[in-house]
């Protein structure tokens, strides 16, 4: 039998690394299915891609609406900044072009995710402290409207 000589894997080549906080967001399987294509398409010195939304469909196995919802959520979440660009013809027509996609760092999204946490938190509380007053101010109402009943 003979011996099977696989080719040595070089750790930098043919990998790209994705957050491991990427999970942590609550993101939407396609937004996460995007964001690591755009990782890995991305230029490591600049941060920037230039795609459009049928290409990264066809890569990812999604319709053009379906990218641009998930590209919007990206967004959103400030994990990406995507810029227009136009191109133009041999005729001097200009049109539009592809997108061009900037990775941002992943704290800045990680720290608007926990800044929602907390204004949500802050609701809860404030809305848990104007439902205890209400309950206050009708329980005493209650007990002067029988006071002046008696």
Excluded at 60 to 80: D, P, Q
Excluded at 84 to 105: A, C, E, M, S
Aim: include cysteine; charged fraction near 30%; charge should be positive.
């Amino acid at each position: 039998m003979r011996r099977q000589h696989w080719p040595k894997r070089d750790p930098i080549k043919n990998y790209f690394p994705l957050p491991n906080e990427i999970y942590d967001l609550k993101l939407s399987h396609g937004a996460i299915a995007v964001y690591s294509y755009l990782l890995r398409r991305e230029d490591r010195k600049t941060y920037q891609c230039l795609l459009s939304y049928r290409e990264i469909g066809e890569s990812v196995g999604m319709c053009v609406t379906t990218v641009r919802k998930y590209v919007a959520e990206l967004e959103e979440r400030s994990l990406i900044r995507t810029e227009r660009t136009t191109v133009t013809n041999k005729d001097g027509r200009k049109q539009n072009g592809r997108l061009r996609y900037y990775i941002l760092p992943i704290q800045m999204s990680i720290n608007q995710y926990y800044e929602r946490q907390m204004d949500m938190a802050d609701l809860a509380l404030e809305q848990q402290k104007v439902k205890q007053r209400m309950d206050a101010l009708e329980r005493k109402e209650g007990a002067n409207y029988v006071d002046a009943n008696s």
